[in-house]
């Protein structure tokens, strides 16, 4: 369980070391076999296609060529990243460079530029008078080829990173699928779970920011063990040393399923995105804020961040958040998970833009507008909260002294009862 959380994190925190290496380890390794296969063929004494021929001069120069030109590129790669994304960076929020270093495009392309470089280091290597092995030279032609039309994409991706509305549509996109996950999955029933069992604390052993919760272990290790687990922290929460993450049903037995139950809870020592909503919120959130403050001022990016906001709590006011009890293969309720309330997640993500917005009637009016849209398509629950900031929203604007005719238009936008 541990190692699958480590590789999990490693993949997706890391995402500039785990991915890239993977690839560029996998295509080095491909010059063994090739290698071998050309010593085992003698197909240099035999008659050669025309696209396999090759001196062994040209083919070392080829090879020398491919290595330097490939990491050159690669170095160059690295640097362009850097300083666009850093530009980006500081234009836009500061934390998107965790999700920059985890693009796949920026992965792939120095995996396989790495690896490229590898590879025809490896087969250079042995390349000589007495022996040219055509079949990995060609092969070390086609990763160069195929490395140039990888740098095209990296550059029409990059140039598409630094577009901020490209930006927020993507962050938003992930924020959606995180926040469909909790949307009406609930299989257990918090009556039924027993919360008096639960005396036993399972203490973390080190501080750092929860990353991964595996919901999957913890229920089948309730199963197994059969024990009920608490946890007690969410994605995104810093926890110290010695502080609680859960509460289980058994007695502490070190290692064994306490043990088992702190490795299910991963910390790391700084917050990412996986399996966040509240730092992927944040993160939308800080572009708006930033877009709103007088420095910047540029209300429509605001605007943007609201409108792919609100796309991300469709389903929740539409269906609800799932509960917070989950049940095991056989439906006993095994496991209590820390739950994201729907009206946690509005006030997570209105009134940070509501009181920024303070002054400035233009996206006052849109959060009218969104708090509309939302408003017709919630359920009975839902739209009591929405009536609730939507009273917030008014009051806000009569608080920055608008004209009668603003104040009217923004009463007219809203289909529900603001009346306090």
Same mark, same amino acid.
């Given at each position: 369980?541990?190692?699958?959380?480590?590789?999990?994190?490693?993949?997706?925190?890391?995402?500039?070391?785990?991915?890239?290496?993977?690839?560029?380890?996998?295509?080095?390794?491909?010059?063994?076999?090739?290698?071998?296969?050309?010593?085992?063929?003698?197909?240099?004494?035999?008659?050669?296609?025309?696209?396999?021929?090759?001196?062994?001069?040209?083919?070392?120069?080829?090879?020398?060529?491919?290595?330097?030109?490939?990491?050159?590129?690669?170095?160059?790669?690295?640097?362009?990243?850097?300083?666009?994304?850093?530009?980006?960076?500081?234009?836009?929020?500061?934390?998107?460079?965790?999700?920059?270093?985890?693009?796949?495009?920026?992965?792939?392309?120095?995996?396989?530029?790495?690896?490229?470089?590898?590879? @025809? #280091?490896?087969?250079? =290597?042995?390349?000589?008078? *007495?022996? $040219?092995?055509?079949?990995? /030279?060609? !092969?070390?032609? %086609? &990763?160069?080829?195929?490395?140039?039309?990888?740098?095209?994409?990296?550059?029409?991706?990059?140039?598409?990173?630094?577009?901020?509305?490209?930006?927020?549509?993507?962050?938003?996109?992930?924020?959606?699928?995180?926040?469909?996950?909790?949307?009406?999955?609930?299989?257990?029933?918090?009556?039924?779970?027993?919360?008096?069992?639960?005396?036993?604390?399972?203490?973390?052993?080190?501080?750092?920011?929860?990353?991964?919760?595996?919901?999957?272990?913890?229920?089948?290790?309730?199963?197994?063990?059969?024990?009920?687990?608490?946890?007690?922290?969410?994605?995104?929460?810093?926890?110290?040393?010695?502080?609680?993450?859960?509460?289980?049903?058994?007695?502490?037995?070190?290692?064994?399923?306490?043990?088992?139950?702190?490795?299910?809870? @991963? #910390?790391?020592?700084? =917050?990412?995105?996986?399996? *966040?909503? $509240?730092?992927?919120?944040? /993160?939308? !959130?800080?572009? %708006? &804020?930033?877009?709103?403050?007088?420095?910047?001022?540029?209300?429509?990016?605001?605007?943007?961040?609201?409108?792919?906001?609100?796309?991300?709590?469709?389903?929740?006011?539409?269906?609800?958040?799932?509960?917070?009890?989950?049940?095991?293969?056989?439906?006993?309720?095994?496991?209590?998970?820390?739950?994201?309330?729907?009206?946690?997640?509005?006030?997570?993500?209105?009134?940070?833009?509501?009181?920024?917005?303070?002054?400035?009637?233009?996206?006052?009016?849109?959060?009218?507008?969104?708090?509309?849209?939302?408003?017709?398509?919630?359920?009975?629950?839902?739209?009591?909260?929405?009536?609730?900031?939507?009273?917030?929203?008014?009051?806000?604007?009569?608080?920055?002294?608008?004209?009668?005719?603003?104040?009217?238009?923004?009463?007219?936008?809203?289909?529900?009862?603001?009346?306090?």
């Amino acid at each position: 369980m541990k190692l699958k959380l480590k590789l999990k994190s490693l993949v997706t925190l890391n995402g500039m070391l785990g991915v890239p290496g993977g690839i560029c380890l996998c295509i080095w390794a491909l010059a063994a076999p090739l290698i071998w296969v050309d010593s085992q063929v003698s197909i240099i004494v035999d008659p050669v296609p025309f696209w396999l021929a090759i001196s062994t001069d040209t083919a070392r120069s080829l090879l020398g060529t491919i290595a330097s030109a490939t990491i050159t590129t690669l170095g160059l790669v690295y640097s362009i990243m850097l300083v666009v994304f850093t530009l980006a960076a500081g234009n836009i929020a500061p934390r998107l460079l965790q999700r920059f270093s985890r693009d796949r495009v920026n992965q792939v392309t120095a995996g396989i530029l790495g690896g490229t470089f590898l590879y @025809s #280091l490896s087969v250079l =290597r042995v390349t000589g008078p *007495d022996f $040219r092995p055509e079949l990995s /030279i060609a !092969l070390a032609f %086609a &990763l160069a080829a195929f490395s140039v039309l990888q740098v095209i994409h990296f550059v029409h991706s990059v140039s598409r990173s630094v577009t901020i509305d490209a930006e927020v549509a993507t962050i938003s996109t992930q924020l959606e699928d995180q926040v469909n996950l909790l949307v009406a999955k609930a299989n257990g029933n918090g009556r039924d779970f027993d919360s008096a069992s639960l005396k036993t604390l399972v203490n973390a052993r080190q501080s750092g920011y929860v990353t991964i919760i595996d919901e999957t272990s913890l229920l089948k290790l309730g199963s197994r063990g059969d024990l009920l687990v608490e946890v007690r922290v969410a994605p995104g929460d810093f926890v110290l040393h010695g502080q609680p993450l859960a509460r289980i049903s058994v007695p502490d037995d070190g290692d064994g399923l306490s043990g088992e139950v702190r490795e299910a809870i @991963s #910390l790391e020592p700084y =917050r990412g995105a996986v399996d *966040d909503i $509240r730092f992927s919120v944040r /993160i939308l !959130l800080e572009i %708006a &804020l930033r877009a709103l403050s007088p420095g910047v001022n540029d209300t429509f990016t605001a605007v943007a961040c609201a409108d792919r906001l609100a796309a991300a709590l469709v389903k929740p006011v539409s269906e609800g958040l799932r509960d917070d009890v989950l049940c095991d293969a056989e439906g006993v309720p095994r496991l209590k998970v820390p739950g994201l309330s729907l009206e946690e997640l509005l006030n997570m993500t209105i009134h940070p833009l509501r009181q920024a917005a303070k002054g400035n009637i233009l996206m006052l009016d849109h959060l009218g507008e969104v708090l509309n849209s939302l408003y017709s398509i919630a359920g009975p629950d839902a739209r009591r909260l929405i009536e609730e900031h939507g009273r917030a929203l008014m009051d806000t604007m009569k608080s920055s002294d608008p004209i009668r005719s603003d104040l009217a238009f923004l009463e007219k936008r809203l289909d529900f009862d603001t009346a306090s």
